[in-house]
């Protein structure tokens, strides 16, 4: 379903997270006219096009969406496409999270580099990725009372997801450690290390 939001927005319902990646990735292989921003979403696409004409626009999603639905299971990228980022692993809650997890802080370290992730979507401050494949046991409750200030290149978890905080901002994901990788620069083209559909693997500094 391609729903109107707003003046200039269509907000394209995929359903599924791999579909709305497929959708995304499609829009900025080939952008149809008019089309000035893509934000992919968890089961959305938002398309915002102030000078397309709607009924068109309208037409073209429909067609991408279905055959983003219909395509299988895409082969895997290269182990070169894997965004490595390298933690130092001493959060103030690392041991908070392994008391919740019901692990030695080591398993929980061996947890969080054991698997890789994949950016579901950007959102709450530019370039924060949320990403998922999280393992399990990391699925820990967010903070009662969110901190003031995260300082950037925190590493952190909260839920299913897992997260780098790009600039300092406040929070109430549980920090685990921190990067000294940059993964938000706007002089960088992208400026966002994380794009939707990125594969990334924590690596212990």
Known sequence: MIRRVGEHGLLVE??????????DAALRAE???????????????????PGAEQGGL??????????????????????KDVVRVPVVYDGADLESVAEL?????????ARHTGRELV????????????????DPVLHVPRLAT?????PA???AVAGPYSAV??????????????????????????PSAFRPGTRVRFEAA
């Open 146 to 150: 969110p901190r003031t200030s995260v």
């Open 119 to 134: 950016v579901g979507w950007l959102g709450f401050a530019p370039g924060f990725a949320y990403l998922t494949g999280l």
């Open 58 to 79: 309208r037409a073209r999603l429909s067609e991408l969406l279905r055959r983003c639905a219909a395509a299988g299971v895409t082969e895997a990228p290269e182990e």
């Open 31 to 49: 952008r149809p006219p008019g089309v000035v921003e893509v934000v992919p979403g968890p089961e959305t696409v938002l398309v915002v096009a």
């Open 165 to 190: 905080y790009p600039a300092a901002s406040p929070g109430g994901w549980r920090l685990l450690g921190r990067t000294g990788l940059r993964v938000w620069d706007v002089t960088a083209r992208p």
């Open 101 to 109: 997890a019901g692990v030695p802080v080591d398993e929980v370290v």
């Open 153 to 155: 290149g925190s590493v």
């Open 14 to 23: 995929t359903g599924a997270l791999d579909v709305s990646h497929r959708l």
